[in-house]
């Protein structure tokens, strides 16, 4: 698992692939409002990074 948003990329010839990863440790349980929480800081970090990373490959 991943305690910060990570991403990665894989480059097959001239293709390449990104993704992201955002591990969360929950334990026993976890809450509505905690779920709701982690996937909307999950989806904000990702959304930024793919965002600067478009700023970059359009350079």
Known sequence: ??????CFWNQQGQAVRVGAAYGVDWGAGVTQAQLAAQVDGAITAMTEVFGQLRTQLAR
């Open 1 to 6: 698992s991943h305690p910060m948003p990570a």
